[in-house]
């Protein structure tokens, strides 16, 4: 029976491995659309949203089965109950991506934001690919140092956020109503997307280490 339990907690990581590999491919299938007005390539995201859910919700199943059945505690018990934390931000992040596709396939063929503001998108974006690859490794690994970097990105993603607040709300903004809105959302999508992954990496660290480390999310 001990055997069968550690098979079925190396399942899990497998699975959250698995999810966040889509994941990671969502947001930078999500922000090549946003970026380049592809509208094929954001009905790709939007579409493949529903295999994050599906898979979302298998492992949830999963990690219930295992609680219910095998009862665990101490570490297991923190492995099986992080599971299902961490399944709910991917999937979470996963809806972040279908978001900024949205936008991408709304307004085509024009792009979502005014000339002034994409260069400021194409650098959150690259941050919020870079942060979704991390979360792979993370998970495979239960690395610290790759959890401690992913809060570093994180930073920088709330400085590129800030500075799209500044230009909208700034006395030189020429931008439309629509523009405003648009530029908004956006940020804010990219910049939720990354907070979920420091969440998940505060998860991380906690089974790594024992150690709860706060942060602000």
Known sequence: MREVFQQELQEVQERLVEIS????????NATRAFNESN???????????????AACAELDELA????ARQ???ARDLRIVVSALRISASLERMGDMSEHIAQLARYRFPDKVVPKSLRGTFKDMGALDVVMARMLVELLKTEDVTIAEAIRNEDDKVDSLHLSVFDKVLGEKWKGEAVDTVDATLASRYHERFADHAVSIAKKVQYLATGDWVPTEV
Request: charge should be negative.
């Open 21 to 28: 590999g889509l994941v990671a491919v969502s947001i930078d």
């Open 39 to 53: 509208v094929e390539l954001a009905e790709t995201v939007i579409a493949d949203d529903a295999k994050i859910d």
């Open 64 to 67: 219930i089965n295992i609680l």
């Open 71 to 73: 009862q665990p505690v």
